[in-house]
């Protein structure tokens, strides 16, 4: 069992940063896909980004360039550098873990309980 505790979120003016945090517990996370989802009111839930255990990454188009995720396998801890927020990034962001299959798809094992991220214009 892996327990996920995402961090981070917060209230900021479009064109700053947040980093999110996404710890796990009850496994090491090094063999696992890591994902961020996000989910804006009223809309499903949807993929942003995920890095493979081997560490390549995929990013939904509207992130490129300015969100960037990174795992520390040390600190079973994974990472999700925001930069140039929007307001339209505005969600409740969740991290989670699957240990196969297509990094863009929901089918995830694990999910954190989520963090609020909320943009100003």
């Known amino acids: 069992q892996v327990q996920l505790v995402d961090s981070g979120g917060g209230l900021v003016q479009a064109g700053g940063s947040l980093r999110l945090s996404c710890a796990a517990s009850g496994r090491t996370l090094s063999s696992y896909t890591m994902g961020w989802f996000r989910q804006a009111a009223g809309k499903e839930r949807e993929f942003v980004t995920a890095?493979?255990?081997?560490?390549?990454?995929y990013y939904t188009d509207s992130v490129k360039g300015r969100f960037t995720i990174s795992r520390d396998n040390d600190k079973n801890t994974v990472y999700l550098q925001m930069n140039s927020l929007k307001p339209e990034d505005t969600a409740v962001y969740f991290c989670a873990a699957k240990s196969g299959g297509d990094p863009k798809w929901r089918d995830y094992d694990y999910w954190g309980q989520g963090t609020q991220v909320t943009v100003s214009s």
């Open positions: 890095i493979s255990w081997f560490g390549r990454t």
